[in-house]
């Protein structure tokens, strides 16, 4: 049974050797990021496997290359940043090959790296979403972190603009949200 958060209800994974806390906040922005400002950019193609908690992820570099992996993430609620528990595990591309075959919803966007954000423009039924987010390594990072003035709302604790929430929403559903926060129609 999915959670809302693109999560499995039940079971239970703790913090530790694999495990590691994830903290970050999420901001809507207006508008994509000048191109001046960008350092980096990569096309993300993410798989969230059906009825589980996991997630395939192919990242397509610049140069030619590909990062593949498998992710789980559980959440945890707190407001403070703290998103939850999130493991990774890389992959060949024989691996990657046989659980992209799985049952999955698909979520497409090019990532921009704007330090200290990270800022991902969606394609598809979600096209003219932008989205920030700047990761932490402690909660006092996170809670003490000033948004850039680009950043319209802080989402950090609203489902909606999770991956798991996201990949399930539609164009229609993403225009009301935006418009939730004050922004019109892309």
Do not use: H
């Amino acid at each position: 049974m999915m959670d809302g958060t693109g999560g499995v209800q039940g079971g239970s994974v703790r913090p530790g050797k694999y495990a590691r806390v994830e903290r970050e906040r999420r901001f809507l922005l207006a508008e994509p990021p000048a191109p001046s400002s960008v350092t980096a950019t990569r096309v993300i193609t993410d798989r969230y496997l059906r009825g589980t908690r996991l997630r395939l992820r192919r990242v397509d570099l610049p140069d030619g290359g590909r990062e593949l992996k498998l992710t789980q993430k559980v959440p945890i609620p707190r407001l403070d940043g703290v998103q939850g528990l999130i493991t990774n595990t890389y992959l060949s591309p024989t691996e990657y090959a046989l659980l992209a075959s799985l049952p999955a919803a698909v979520l497409s966007k090019t990532r921009f790296s704007v330090p200290p954000l990270g800022v991902d423009v969606f394609t598809g039924p979600l096209q003219g979403l932008v989205l920030g987010e700047a990761e932490f390594a402690t909660d006092e990072e996170a809670r003490s972190f000033v948004p850039p003035a680009e950043c319209v709302a802080e989402v950090t604790v609203d489902i909606r603009f999770t991956g798991g929430r996201l990949v399930e929403a539609s164009r229609d559903d993403v225009l009301d949200w935006l418009s939730d926060y004050g922004l019109p129609p892309q």
